[in-house]
């Protein structure tokens, strides 16, 4: 009985190290920003509300690269970004991400398989306000970055063993600070929602 658990576990794991590989990859496409809200708090008042957004999609990239274990289960890490977001008196810029996450497979033939991944991201953006709000002239900068969750589901197919073709959505909502005075707080957040095409070279 031993001798049959031995060989069984054996043969698991040489189908696993048959199935592992790294991969490296990167796609292209849009980002589409909804539902952004403006909250302030302080000790004196505090309160949210939506912000309208000139413009709300942008062009959205990515590299990334991971490690299939096997055929179900992958890291992945990947640096992305989006492009600007222009306004009359906000335009947000510069927006950058780095994400580490867990990815689940489930192969339906030998090249199609679908997919679903859960993570962190540390998301940093810049703001630039105008300062006509408070009867100014001129604009004032803020940056920020933050910690927030990245989920994402997709398809991808094997054109051959080693070049992948894979579509994605990707989904985060970072909140992000963007005034801190003593005990006052303004932040910012919205829900990003990216669908994207990407290939990879698997090793």
Same mark, same amino acid.
């Given at each position: 009985?031993?001798?049959?658990?031995?060989?069984?576990? @054996? $043969?698991?794991? *040489?189908?696993?190290?048959?199935? !592992?590989?790294?991969?490296?990859?990167?796609?292209? #496409?849009?980002? &589409? /920003?909804?539902?952004?809200?403006?909250?302030?708090?302080?000790?004196?008042?505090?309160?949210?509300?939506?912000?309208?957004?000139?413009?709300?999609?942008?062009?959205?990239?990515?590299?990334?690269?991971?490690?299939?274990?096997?055929?179900?289960? @992958? $890291?992945?890490? *990947?640096?992305?970004?989006?492009? !600007?977001?222009?306004?009359?008196?906000?335009?947000? #810029?510069?927006? &950058? /991400?780095?994400?580490?996450?867990?990815?689940?497979?489930?192969?339906?033939?030998?090249?199609?398989?679908?997919?679903?991944?859960?993570?962190?991201?540390?998301?940093?953006?810049?703001?630039?306000?105008?300062?006509?709000?408070?009867?100014?002239?001129?604009?004032?900068?803020?940056?920020?970055?933050?910690?927030?969750?990245?989920?994402?589901?997709?398809?991808?197919?094997?054109?051959?063993?080693?070049?992948?073709?894979?579509?994605?959505?990707?989904?985060?909502?970072?909140?992000?600070?963007?005034?801190?005075?003593?005990?006052?707080?303004?932040?910012?957040?919205?829900?990003?929602?990216?669908?994207?095409?990407?290939?990879?070279?698997?090793?």
């Amino acid at each position: 009985m031993l001798r049959k658990t031995v060989v069984a576990v @054996a $043969l698991l794991t *040489a189908c696993s190290i048959a199935n !592992a590989n790294p991969y490296v990859g990167g796609s292209i #496409g849009q980002a &589409k /920003f909804d539902h952004a809200n403006a909250s302030l708090n302080s000790a004196i008042m505090s309160g949210s509300e939506a912000l309208e957004m000139q413009d709300d999609s942008s062009l959205a990239g990515k590299i990334y690269a991971g490690y299939q274990f096997n055929q179900y289960f @992958a $890291l992945e890490g *990947a640096i992305g970004g989006y492009d !600007a977001l222009d306004g009359d008196i906000v335009t947000v #810029g510069d927006m &950058k /991400f780095v994400a580490f996450q867990p990815k689940a497979i489930l192969p339906l033939t030998d090249r199609f398989s679908l997919y679903a991944k859960a993570g962190i991201a540390y998301f940093n953006a810049e703001f630039k306000v105008s300062n006509s709000v408070v009867g100014a002239s001129g604009y004032t900068t803020m940056s920020d970055t933050t910690m927030t969750g990245i989920y994402g589901i997709g398809a991808e197919f094997a054109l051959t063993d080693n070049l992948h073709l894979e579509a994605t959505w990707d989904y985060m909502n970072p909140e992000l600070e963007v005034v801190k005075l003593a005990s006052a707080t303004a932040t910012i957040d919205a829900d990003i929602n990216v669908f994207s095409l990407g290939l990879s070279y698997h090793f």
